[in-house]
């Protein structure tokens, strides 16, 4: 699974952002989430998928390419 998301990160930008999060979402290709205001920033690019249990899975998140990101 981490070699398959790396691969994900080495696409281009406008392909990641394609499995954006939905304003005030958390599932989703973004930046890291901030939390409060006292909070050390880092920036870091993240895709959070929810992935159990598998009827919560919201599979727009889910990106096409690599294609074994989808195999079980």
């Known amino acids: 699974m981490k070699a398959v998301v790396q691969e994900f990160f080495k696409l281009p930008l406008k392909e990641k952002n394609a499995y954006a999060k939905l304003p005030n979402g958390v ?12 909070q050390k920033l880092d920036w870091a690019d993240i895709l959070f998928l929810q992935c159990l249990p598998a009827s919560e899975r919201k599979m727009r998140f889910w990106p096409q390419e690599p294609i074994s990101f989808r195999q079980p």
């Open 27 to 38: 599932e989703g290709y973004g930046q890291h989430f901030v939390v409060s205001q006292d």
